[in-house]
C-alpha cells in the first residue's frame, strides 16, 4: 500500500528556514513525479513545487529563488528547503506522488511563520 509521509514542519520566524521531508514507500518512486502543495488557512490547496521523474524542478511565481525542491531516489525522498520564510508561506504542506495517472498525497505537515 502506497504511503507518504511528511515531516520537517515548524513554527519559525519570518526570514527563517525550514527543510521538509516526504519519505515514499508503496511506490516505484524513481518513475514518479513527487510534487509539494499547500493549503493555508481558509483558502484551496495550491501548487509549490515539483520534481520529474526525469529531473526537471518547477515552482510556484510566489516562492521561485526561494524554496528548492529536490529528491533522493535512493531513499525514495522528496525535500523541500524553505529558505527566507514570510507569514504567507503558512499553511500545511502536502506532498504527492503520480505516476500514470495514479496519485497519492501525503497527511501533511504544519508550518507556521511568525511575523
Known amino acids: 500500500q502506497a504511503q507518504l509521509v511528511e515531516s520537517g514542519g515548524g513554527m519559525v520566524q519570518a526570514g527563517g528556514s525550514l527543510r521538509l521531508s516526504c519519505t515514499a514507500s508503496?511506490?516505484?518512486?524513481?518513475?514518479?513525479?513527487m510534487y509539494w502543495f499547500r493549503q493555508a488557512p481558509g483558502k484551496l490547496r495550491e501548487f509549490v513545487a515539483s520534481?520529474?521523474?526525469?529531473?526537471?524542478?518547477y515552482y510556484a511565481d510566489s516562492v521561485k529563488g526561494r524554496f528548492t525542491i529536490s529528491r533522493d531516489n535512493a531513499k525514495s525522498t522528496v525535500y523541500l528547503q524553505m529558505n527566507s520564510l514570510q507569514s504567507e508561506d503558512t499553511g500545511v504542506y502536502y506532498c504527492r506522488s503520480t505516476r500514470t495517472g495514479t496519485t497519492y498525497w501525503g497527511q501533511g505537515t504544519r508550518v507556521t511563520v511568525s511575523s
Open positions: 520534481a520529474t521523474s526525469g529531473g526537471s524542478t
Open positions: 508503496g511506490i516505484i518512486f524513481g518513475l514518479s513525479d
